[in-house]
């Protein structure tokens, strides 16, 4: 996984890094993210599209890790930025990511957020749904602001992945539907305002795709939809948006194809369907997250309880869970896993990680070979870097762990762990409630 290894004493380290070291000085639950990876990954899906010779944009869905430093280091790698909420285009500002390069999502964003996006200038709004295209009209009008627009069609191509995470099927919250007129109708609503720039069509079809088929239907479908246009309406897309999902290698199950391959097929996929419709080849944008900082990041926790139950199971807890990772409770998904003090010691034992939640789901993973395991070891869970920290929530009033980021032997934090204060910050006492000690 990324740039981890295993040095002399046996430790496993991470970017050059002995993990048990970051342990220990940052404490744990602990995610490190391995920087040189994540900017291998950027330079993959670059050369791919250079190697194609078309116009591209690669921007960062930030949904799967938000920092300010994840953001400035997108920005120095050239990409652009996927937000979906004030929250995420206010972590751009605060980075100082250029504002041409964001682009904003989401199926319900609010008028303030739209106003915000607008009085910003990002790049551009992924226009999802006909109550949010009224109100952008609105908004621009008011504020007397262009913005550049990119409609989201659902181009009804089913992704094959679990299915809270696919999109682009045609019964889903998101987008215009293709086939019943509403995208077409949307596209002439856009074309007419004079505020609004139709840039081009966006389709993400879902998550953790294993296929590229899925992304040349998509284009298929798109361009079956322009060619049955083209008699009742003049519209040629200079941008055609394929989304992110782009799968990772989780564990054993998880065959990803090489990062070009997607690039390859839906690149010539649109160079075939432009030349059937003698029409320039769009430039083509995508919105990777996962594929970008997934397999970058590795969750380090201390184990503590051990509960053998014989002839049943073995379970052993760690300081975290469900709280940094819900993944597996959410999506049954699976994380492999090594203890970081005990690289190299061979596997005695199959134990099941328990997180620390007051709930059974609270399961990391079931039934995984590690050396024998005692309290103070530190477990080393991979492919953590995408929707864990992003995800993670208070539960149970636990805290939410440092982040840090590794590169060339050096570490650094960039998120601090939180604090017992943070949880009660905004906390106020109820003036009704009459105590003696207040
Ligand atoms: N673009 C759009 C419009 C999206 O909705 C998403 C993800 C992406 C790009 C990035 O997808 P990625 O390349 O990261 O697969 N929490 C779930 C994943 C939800 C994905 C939501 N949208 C998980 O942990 O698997």
């Not at 992003?390 to 539960?395: D, L």
């Not at 060339?408 to 003696?436: M, P, T, W």
Request: proline share 3%.
């Amino acid at each position: 996984y990324g740039t981890s290894s295993v040095n002399q004493e046996g430790h496993l380290t991470i970017g050059g890094v002995d993990a048990t070291t970051l342990a220990e000085t940052y404490g744990t639950p602990l995610f490190v993210y391995d920087v040189k990876d994540i900017r291998n990954r950027a330079h993959e899906f670059q050369e791919a599209f250079i190697n194609q010779g078309v116009n591209y944009q690669i921007a960062y869905a930030s949904k799967a890790f938000s920092c300010i430093a994840m953001v400035e280091l997108a920005d120095e790698l050239g990409l652009s930025l996927d937000v979906c909420s004030s929250g995420e285009l206010y972590t751009a500002l605060q980075a100082g990511f250029p504002v041409e390069r964001i682009h904003f999502h989401g199926n319900n964003k609010t008028p303030d957020e739209l106003e915000m996006a607008v009085k910003e200038k990002i790049g551009c709004i992924v226009v999802d749904n006909f109550t949010e295209l009224a109100w952008l009209m609105a908004i621009t009008e008011t504020n007397k602001t262009k913005m550049d627009v990119l409609i989201r069609i659902t181009p009804g191509v089913e992704a094959h992945t679990h299915e809270y995470i696919s999109t682009g099927q045609e019964d889903s919250k998101f987008g215009f539907d293709l086939n019943s007129g509403q995208a077409k109708k949307a596209i002439k609503m856009i074309l007419s305002h004079s505020f609004l720039t139709l840039q081009g069509v966006h389709s993400h079809i879902g998550s953790q795709i294993f296929k590229a088929e899925g992304f040349q239907e998509a284009v298929k479908e798109i361009y079956r939809s322009l060619a049955a246009w083209k008699e009742t309406l003049d519209y040629y897309p200079n941008v055609l948006n394929l989304g992110g999902g782009f799968g990772i290698r989780y564990g054993d199950q998880d065959h990803p194809l090489p990062l070009h391959v997607y690039i390859d097929y839906m690149v010539d996929k649109t160079k075939e369907e432009a030349a059937k419709l003698d029409m320039p080849v769009p430039e083509i944008w995508i919105e990777p997250g996962r594929a970008l900082v997934g397999e970058a990041g590795t969750t380090l926790y201390s184990i503590g309880s051990r509960k053998d139950i014989p002839d049943i199971r073995t379970y052993i807890s760690v300081d975290g869970g469900m709280t940094d990772n819900i993944r597996p409770a959410l999506y049954q998904a699976e994380y492999e896993a090594v203890l970081a003090n005990k690289a190299n010691e061979e596997n005695t034992e199959v134990v099941s990680i328990a997180g620390k939640c007051c709930e059974s789901g609270d399961m990391l993973i079931w039934d995984i070979s590690l050396p024998q395991t005692t309290q103070g070891d530190i477990l080393a869970v991979f492919s953590t870097g995408a929707y864990g920290y992003s995800m993670a929530n208070n539960y149970n009033r636990i805290l939410r762990p440092a982040v840090v980021f590794v590169e060339n032997g050096e570490h650094e934090c960039v998120i601090e762990r939180e604090s017992f204060e943070d949880l009660v910050r905004h906390e106020r006492r109820y003036s009704a409630v009459k105590g003696q000690n207040r």
